[in-house]
């Protein structure tokens, strides 16, 4: 699936900077792999550190950081984060085009929880661990992780034991609110998209991910992976960006 021969948009056009938005339970290391590739492919890369707060506070992070580049921008979110950029792009007019990585596309109304559970064969939920945290405004919230015993079989199957290891251990924890939150955008609507839909995922089944994708009129291509394609098919993850790219080049 990863085209060699692949260096950017059409000749003469603006490369746009590429977003990239991880979702919960990673990292902006997680997209490392991707980064190197697409500088090969001759785009620079911003990966953002979602805070994984809540759905309004993420998306207003992204949004600050959406309106602080100059020039076209392609946004590219894994799990999570697909939620978090859908509801920062909507009317953001640099946004050329958005890529769902093993991702969610929510409707107004919906939460990323509903559309994980609207099909079966999710096992993430009974792997997660609850921890009390103090809440900012003097309340107990509950962050969520990845027991680490079942991170790589529930998430990142297709890695490597070693690399696994390293990122359950330094898994991003989500507010458990975040994954209840209801989404007020959807920037699908208005915004070219592209989806790559991992069949052995088991974080978000792949049936969510069609019917999402099916949904949203996107670009839809299928990988034989687990939820962390981003760290195992770095290549297929970039392949997929670059196609958003070209095929929204100004």
Not at 55 to 73: C, F, K, M, T
Not at 122 to 132: K, N, T, V
Not at 147 to 175: G, K, S
């Amino acid at each position: 699936m990863h085209n060699t021969t692949s260096t950017g948009p059409t000749a003469g056009a603006t490369n746009p900077t590429v977003l990239l938005v991880h979702g919960a339970f990673a990292e902006s290391a997680s997209w490392n792999g991707v980064i190197a590739d697409l500088a090969g492919r001759g785009y620079r890369s911003v990966a953002v550190a979602n805070p994984l707060r809540g759905l309004a506070e993420d998306a207003a992070y992204l949004r600050s950081v959406i309106d602080s580049i100059e020039g076209p921008v392609v946004i590219a979110g894994h799990s999570y984060g697909g939620s978090v950029m859908s509801e920062a792009a909507e009317g953001a007019t640099n946004v050329a085009a958005l890529v769902y990585v093993a991702s969610f596309q929510l409707d107004p109304g919906e939460s990323t929880g509903e559309l994980a559970a609207k099909y079966p064969g999710g096992e993430l939920g009974d792997a997660l661990e609850p921890r009390s945290f103090p809440a900012s405004d003097g309340t107990t919230g509950s962050d969520l992780y990845i027991q680490p015993a079942e991170f790589r079989r529930v998430f990142a199957a297709d890695v490597p034991a070693d690399v696994a290891d390293l990122m359950a251990a330094t898994q991003r924890p989500i507010a458990a609110k975040a994954l209840e939150d209801h989404a007020t955008k959807a920037a699908w609507r208005t915004i070219p998209s592209w989806s790559l839909i991992t069949t052995q995922d088991l974080a978000i089944p792949a049936d969510s991910m069609r019917f999402m994708a099916e949904r949203a009129g996107s670009h839809a291509t299928e990988i034989d992976a687990s939820h962390a394609v981003t760290v195992s098919e770095p290549g297929a993850v970039a392949e997929i960006i670059d196609a958003a790219a070209r095929g929204t080049a100004r």
